[in-house]
């Protein structure tokens, strides 16, 4: 089944996306989505211009694969990311998420999927999040979304890594 990986916030504006072992992660994640030739899909958040691109090592690790930028303007991106995919024909039932923050932008986005389009089946990788209360928070997303946790889920607070 193919996959669309969303990779959420990865800008050098967001602290926890400059953390180097969720930038490793994501891209082993980018890795995996093109060695099974699935889809790429990167967010950005655009308020405020501080927040600035996505990381380079993550768009040279996509290169010249099959992906979409897309920009929200709130802490949910599942409205831009569902439109992408209508548009470019992107598949809608199986979301991977990454990225930061994992309180805020993250939760967030895999809430407005699951509501907008509850047929999708949505993955989220812990090792390549992170967020400012650690990794407490992925139990909470497997109850009240029905997500599937894939990989580790590292033991430690995310904001050592900072």
Do not use: W
Request: charged fraction near 25%; aromatic fraction near 12%; hydrophobic fraction near 35%.
């Amino acid at each position: 089944m193919k996959k669309t990986l969303v990779i959420i916030d990865m800008q050098y504006g967001f602290n926890n996306a400059n953390a180097q072992r969720t930038i490793n992660n994501v891209i082993k994640q980018i890795n995996l989505a093109k060695k099974e030739n699935n889809y790429i899909i990167i967010v950005e958040y655009l308020p405020h211009i501080n927040y600035k691109a996505t990381r380079p090592e993550i768009m040279m690790a996509i290169g010249d694969h099959a992906h979409i930028k897309v920009y929200k303007y709130l802490d949910d991106g599942s409205q831009p990311i569902l439109d992408a995919c209508k548009l470019h024909k992107y598949p809608t039932d199986l979301f991977r998420i990454c990225g930061v923050n994992t309180n805020a932008c993250v939760k967030q986005t895999i809430k407005g999927l699951f509501k907008r389009n509850s047929i999708s089946k949505l993955e989220i990788v812990p090792a390549a999040c992170n967020g400012y209360y650690g990794y407490r928070i992925f139990n909470d997303f497997k109850k009240e979304y029905n997500v599937k946790i894939v990989g580790y889920t590292p033991k430690s607070d995310a904001r050592k890594y900072i």
